[in-house]
């Protein structure tokens, strides 16, 4: 599992009738038990997911992937860039590396959202046969357009199984040039990149997450200095070098939560100090302390709410309603 997900949902149990079964995932909606987020096998670093919950969902936080999530039901709302946005049914939302959000639902009646999130050289590999480096870049957070949303469902479809490498870099592609389309088409100069030194980094990191690494080691391995190291490492990869590293921790930190392991011991195994070293950038990184993402992941929440494929009727029925109520 890698460390992008989950990103802070409280845990909130409200009780149901277990005679009063539900045949649509709109009614499954308003009757689910508790908030809670549904994770699906992570694949090569590609990580989806389904939150539902009410209210306030997570505070500020920042991850380095691009996230780009479809809302199914409810209104999403959130902080980016010093602005309040709000996502409806249908709308797509694109949250770029390393900026500050939150989030939650605008309305009494709740929120669902699926969201995939894809790491930065995985969309920067899929530009590459067009002749762009440089990572697409989005203002607007929340859009409307129907090809990528149709992307989107296909790749969010099924959450009990991976996507498979054939439909993974197919996604990746489309979903590459469809933000290129749309927003920047990330055709600055990067001829003074150093792409091999930037990749050979970022694989020490990914490898030495659990060890100190100092600039120094960056610098070598680079043999570029430290300022113009983070500059490029920042165009390439998104994020900082420090940043790379504490997210590979923080996503082995993750994998051991999910496999039951106790806290003390993710943070220790992850390279942390300490379980309160740790959970200070776990809340940071994801909304959320340690504790509430072992809570809400848990796989009885994902039984008991039903999750299942996006139903296309139910999405066409929000999205006409939210128009009408608009």
């Known amino acids: 599992m890698s460390a992008n997900s989950t990103r802070g949902v409280r845990s909130e149990r409200v009780h149901t009738d277990p005679a009063s079964d539900t045949n649509t995932c709109l009614e499954r909606l308003c009757t689910a038990t508790r908030d809670s987020i549904r994770v699906a096998p992570e694949e090569d670093g590609i990580e989806r997911i389904e939150a539902r919950f009410k209210g306030k969902g997570f505070d500020p936080h920042r991850h380095d992937t691009y996230a780009i999530g479809l809302t199914l039901n409810g209104v999403q709302t959130f902080r980016y860039r010093g602005a309040s946005h709000a996502s409806l049914p249908g709308q797509i939302i694109v949250i770029h590396p390393d900026e500050l959000h939150d989030g939650g639902a605008g309305t009494e009646g709740g929120l669902r959202y699926r969201m995939i999130y894809v790491q930065p050289e995985d969309i920067r590999d899929a530009l590459e046969a067009t002749g762009a480096r ?3 870049h989005l203002a607007d957070p929340v859009f409307t357009d129907p090809h990528l949303q149709a992307i989107l469902r296909d790749c969010l479809e099924d959450m009990d199984s991976e996507m498979g490498g054939l439909k993974r870099s197919s996604f990746l592609g489309e979903i590459a040039t469809g933000l290129c389309r749309v927003g920047d088409t990330g055709s600055g100069d990067t001829s003074s990149m150093d792409w091999a030194a930037l990749e050979e980094c970022a694989g020490f990191l990914k490898e030495c997450f659990r060890d100190p ?3 120094s080691d960056l610098e070598r391995i680079a043999d570029l200095d430290r ?14 070098p420090h940043r790379y590293l504490l997210m590979r921790r923080l996503g082995h930190a993750k994998q051991m939560l999910a496999n039951g392991n106790p806290l003390a011991d993710a943070a220790i195994e992850s390279g ?4 309160s070293h740790m959970n200070r950038h776990f809340r940071r990184a994801f909304g959320m302390t340690p504790g509430a993402w072992r809570q809400l992941t848990a796989t009885d929440t994902a ?6 494929p996006i139903n296309e009727a139910d999405l066409a029925a929000e999205m006409a309603k939210s128009r009408e109520e608009a």
């Not at 300022?227 to 900082?240: D, E």
């Not at 942390?272 to 379980?275: E, G, K, L, N």
């Open 213 to 215: 690494v100092r600039v």
């Open 272 to 275: 942390f100090a300490d379980q």
């Open 303 to 308: 039984i008991d709410l039903g999750y299942g």
């Open 134 to 136: 440089s990572l697409p």
């Open 227 to 240: 300022f113009t190291l983070s500059r490029q490492f920042k165009r390439a990869y998104g994020t900082s």
